[in-house]
């Protein structure tokens, strides 16, 4: 334990420290994840719609998301808007905008893949057995754009939740810039903590991730039936 | 007609839903009487000490100048300095975990009232902030082993190399003035110092902070040249234009010079890593820089 500079995590609080860390993680993904299904979902259905403006709209919402790195998009929306409008927003709110602003555009090109993958005569078979648009959506076409989207939106949210690091650069004490912190205080007394604490950093992203999966593995099967 | 009428109801509901979320997480406590600059957004120091908060940006990872201990209590030599700011401008503090790369922006959006971040004073970034009386000094140096102490740059050998890593002011500075010397260049720290106790180099030239804290930790080491190049120094930095608080901070700093107070943070934080050898050159006491 010594070698691997672990004994560091058991000075004072620090581990507790670094699990009040891991729960800021959580909550900032956590709540981005929810408004990014949400809006994600909202705008999937749009970006199926066949209005050539609302095609060009969200084609430019898309892109910009894919090109500007998130980092960019945190100092954008923290220290931005302050310039320009002079809000001042929190450091949490422009991590959950700034990832809420990710995930549904991410999610709602995923929700589009999904419903468009919907072969046509789906619609017509039901349409074809007395059902009305709304029966159809309900009983035939949501519950298969849900079984294709569950394990691609799973990858999205575990990537979230990973992404969330970046936020200490804006000064949001997340459970990496704990770790940091902790390395650094203990640079003297335990020089090799880099090591072990970042693999306990690394074991906690996975029991933070993997139940995750978990579900989305269970809810795959259940549905498959 | 069903798609446009899909899509009129589907805008407003994204447009009520965006505003919902920035109206749930903005900060609605957000400062009053924030004062708009040219260069910048600050508070005067009548608004600071009214709301009765400093926020001060520090370091939290950069032992033994801003780092949080084991308590979660913020610690080193910038944030001995910042708690007595705020004490004597009788108001608590809040300290706001800061980058490098992201000091400036913090300070011209008003994000934090100063900056105590180990904050090198440089002409560039006198454009962008203002910086008040220093209160350390920071140069180079150079560490070489003990039995063959380096101790200027100008008796070298033919072939005796420099250890630098790669990106540092010690690799531009001994570029740029000392172009005959051979630098040996390393990726990281923990490189440098393998090529150092190899001998693949005769020394080693860094921020000298760094090289005293070696040659204190490694046996068999001398920092044969303590000061080398342009003597640069660290000072609190505040959103350009805040005149009222950096005159203020300005004139503490004189005031905490006749009881010797760097000194004593120097003995409190600095001296663990440092030891006494270094006391005089590193502190600056009072914004008065010896000239050496």
Redesign the interface.
């Known amino acids: 334990m010594q070698a691997l500079g672990i004994d560091a995590l058991f000075r004072g609080s620090n581990f507790l420290r670094l699990l009040g860390g891991l729960g800021v993680t959580l909550e900032l993904s956590l709540i981005s994840v929810i408004f990014s299904i949400l809006l994600g979902i909202i705008f999937g259905v749009i970006m199926t719609f066949k209005n050539p403006v609302v095609k060009v709209l969200s084609r430019i919402y898309l892109e910009i998301v894919r090109i500007m790195p998130q980092m960019v998009l945190l100092f954008v929306v923290f220290f931005g808007t302050t310039r320009l409008f002079g809000w001042n927003l929190s450091a949490e709110a422009a991590c959950v905008i700034v990832f809420t602003f990710w995930g549904t555009a991410e999610m709602g090109d995923l929700v589009r893949g999904a419903v468009t993958a919907i072969p046509k005569h789906q619609y017509e078979s039901s349409y074809a057995l007395g059902m009305s648009k709304a029966q159809t959506y309900y009983h035939i076409i949501v519950p298969q754009t849900l079984r294709r989207l569950i394990p691609l939106s799973i990858n999205l949210v575990t990537r979230m939740i990973k992404t969330t690091s970046l936020v200490m650069m804006i000064g949001v004490v997340e459970v990496l810039k704990v770790s940091q912190q902790i390395i650094e205080a203990n640079r003297m007394t335990s020089p090799n903590g880099a090591f072990g604490i970042y693999a306990v950093v690394f074991l906690l992203y996975f029991i933070a991730c993997w139940p995750i999966s978990l579900l989305a593995g269970h809810l795959e099967k259940k549905w498959s039936n | 007609m069903k ?1 446009l009428l ?2 009129l109801i ?1 805008l407003p ?2 447009a009520a ?2 505003a919902g ?2 109206a749930g ?3 609605s406590g ?2 009053s009487g ?1 004062t ?1 600059g040219e260069n910048g ?1 600050f508070r005067t120091l009548d608004e600071i000490k009214s709301s009765g908060t400093i926020k001060i ?1 520090v370091f ?4 033994p100048f801003g ?6 209590e913020y ?1 080193g030599y910038d944030v001995y300095f910042a708690d007595r700011l705020a004490k004597d401008l009788g108001v608590n503090v809040e300290y ?4 490098a ?2 000091r400036i ?2 300070l ?4 934090v009232d100063v900056i105590l971040a180990n904050f090198t004073v440089t002409d560039e970034r006198k454009e962008e902030v203002d910086f008040a009386l220093p209160y350390m000094n920071v140069a180079l140096g150079v560490v070489s082993p003990a039995d063959k102490v380096v101790e200027s740059l100008d008796s070298l050998g033919d072939n005796d190399q420099i250890i630098v890593i790669s990106g540092t002011t010690a690799e531009t500075y001994l570029t740029e003035n000392y172009p005959n010397i051979k630098l040996q260049k390393y990726d990281t720290y923990a490189a440098a110092k393998t090529a150092l106790e190899n001998r693949n180099g005769v020394a080693w030239a860094n921020d000298n902070t760094e090289v005293i804290a070696f040659s204190m ?1 490694n046996e068999g080491y001398t920092v044969g040249i303590p000061t080398l190049g342009s003597n640069d120094t660290i000072a609190p930095a505040v959103t350009k234009g805040n005149d009222t608080l950096l005159n203020w901070i300005n004139d503490e700093i004189k005031t905490l010079g006749e009881e010797k107070f760097f000194h004593a943070d120097y003995e409190a934080t600095l001296k ?2 440092y030891g006494s050898d270094y006391e005089e050159q590193l502190v600056v006491e009072g914004g008065e820089v010896a000239s050496n």
């Open positions: 798609g899909k899509k589907a509901v994204i839903l965006a979320t920035l997480c903005s900060d957000s400062q924030t708009g957004i940006g939290s990872d950069k032992n780092y949080v201990d084991e308590n979660g610690q706001v975990s800061t980058e790369a992201s922006e913090y011209q959006t008003g994000k930790q663990d890593t």
